[in-house]
Nanobody, 115 residues
C-alpha cells in the first residue's frame, strides 16, 4: 500500500486546514481508514478519527467536534477537515487503512499551529 498525505501547513490558532490522503495498492473502497497524529517528541501515533468503508465516522472525544473525516472512493482519498485549530493539534498527521495494511505509514503532513 502507498499513502500520500498532503494539506498541512502553519496556521494560527483558530484557523482551518484540510488534509488529504491518497491511497493506492489496496482495495480502498472496502478499507476503513484512520487519521493519526504524531506529537513532537513522541513516536507513538495517536488516533484522531476513523471512517468505515460505508462512511460511518468516529472521533476522539477531545476534538469537541472540530474535525470532520470524510472519504471519496472515486478518488481513493480520505480527508480530514480541521477547524478552530488549537496549538495542541500540532503534529505530523498520517492516515492508515484498518485492514491487512494497518500500520503502514506514508511520509505524513505537518500541521503547526501557532498561538
Amino acid at each position: 500500500v502507498q499513502l500520500v498525505e498532503s494539506g498541512g501547513g502553519l496556521v494560527q490558532a483558530g484557523g482551518s486546514l484540510r488534509l488529504s490522503c491518497v491511497v493506492s495498492g489496496t482495495n480502498f473502497s472496502f478499507a476503513p481508514m484512520g487519521w493519526y497524529r504524531q506529537v513532537p517528541g513522541k513516536q507513538a501515533h495517536e488516533l484522531v478519527a476513523s471512517i468505515s468503508a460505508v462512511g460511518v465516522t468516529a472521533y476522539v472525544d477531545s476534538l469537541e467536534g472540530r474535525f470532520t473525516i470524510s472519504r471519496d472512493n472515486t478518488k481513493n482519498t480520505v480527508y480530514l477537515q480541521m477547524n478552530n485549530l488549537k496549538v495542541e493539534d500540532t503534529g505530523v498527521y498520517h492516515c492508515t487503512p484498518w485492514d491487512k495494511d494497518f500500520g503502514s505509514w506514508g511520509q505524513g503532513t505537518v500541521v503547526a499551529v501557532s498561538s
